[in-house]
């Protein structure tokens, strides 16, 4: 998948070693105990997305003067992030863009920057089944079970629930639950859902399309499209509210301005696996947003998902 230009731009910042100096200072009291907490969403496995995400890692360490330690660690979900941010357990997180339009609705995360990927800033949310499956239409997912990335994904949950809805399925009271549905779904990541497609747990799986094939060309051998939406708006990163906006700038600076190689991965080489699945950001706030929170207000979801999720 083409991770390319965001870990370019943390990498990159590694690699010139930024003599120019660090980006800010945070006073007498950086952040909380001095390091700052970065969350990346449960979209792949783990060990996959902390090789991603290396350089981010060094970028952020190389920029933000006055922080001992930059810790990133793997989200339960967004549910777990959006909480840790709004308890200050976290300080910056990548989310989709339904957990991140909660999060400032709940006044849990303030957005400060959209990614680019593939080219754009929009993206699909497709429902996928099996070459071999007799599933045709979405009508024919009643009764069936349906694997959906986690409960507060935009592409990999939301839409998906909208896709059925508008077909004449009954979908669940809230993201995460099973009651109202008259499917089975089951919530878990991208990655999982797509494994539990293809091993036959599940009937269809309802995810963003990066997950669906390498090259974003073409659906990978023996998926099949049943439906799709297409222009959702790519994932923001977002920070704690209790950050102070020199701390929301610094770090806002010390991703639109990183250079290429941030977006490399660990081996700091372009164009292989472990490239950053992002190719550049810019700064952004929830108005970017406000087409998903159409699509979960028309469903009926709000930020009471939260009260739910048993984070």
Not at 112 to 120: H, K
Not at 180 to 189: E, H, L, M, T
Not at 253 to 261: I, K, L, R
Request: aromatic letters at 8%; one cysteine or more; glycine letters at 10%.
């Amino acid at each position: 998948m083409d991770r390319r230009n965001f870990l370019k731009a943390a990498g990159a910042a590694g690699a010139a070693g930024l003599t120019a100096g660090c980006l800010g200072q945070f006073g007498s009291q950086p952040y909380v105990d001095g390091d700052v907490r970065f969350l990346m969403s449960p979209t792949e496995p783990q060990d996959q997305m902390t090789a991603q995400y290396e350089p981010v890692q060094e970028r952020l360490a190389e920029t933000i003067d006055a922080v001992d330690e930059i810790d990133i660690k793997y989200a339960a979900n967004y549910a777990a992030a959006l909480n840790a941010l709004d308890s200050g357990t976290a300080d910056v997180a990548e989310t989709g863009p339904f957990a991140a339009a909660l999060g400032v609705n709940s006044e849990k995360a303030d957005i400060i920057l959209q990614r680019e990927a593939y080219g754009g800033w929009t993206y699909k949310s497709v429902i996928v089944t099996r070459e071999d499956s007799d599933i045709e239409s979405l009508s024919d997912l009643e009764g069936e079970t349906v694997a959906f990335a986690d409960a507060l994904s935009a592409s990999g949950s939301l839409y998906p629930l909208w896709m059925l809805k508008d077909a004449g399925l009954e979908i669940p009271d809230e993201p995460g639950s099973t009651a109202g549905a008259n499917f089975d779904p089951n919530w878990s990541s991208h990655a999982s859902a797509m494994e539990a497609l293809r091993n036959e747990q599940a009937a269809a799986a309802g995810v963003g399309y990066f997950i669906t094939s390498g090259d974003e060309s073409e659906y990978a051998e023996g998926i099949r499209e049943v439906a799709s939406e297409d222009g959702i708006p790519r994932a923001p990163i977002v920070v704690s509210p209790k950050l102070s906006d020199d701390e929301k700038d610094t770090i806002t600076e010390a991703f639109t301005e990183a250079p290429d190689e941030m977006y490399y991965g660990a081996d700091g080489e372009e164009g292989t696996d472990d490239d950053i699945w992002f190719s550049g950001v810019r700064e952004r706030g929830v108005d970017t947003y406000q087409p998903v929170i159409d699509v979960a207000q028309e469903l009926g979801y709000s930020e009471d998902v939260f009260e739910d999720s048993g984070e």
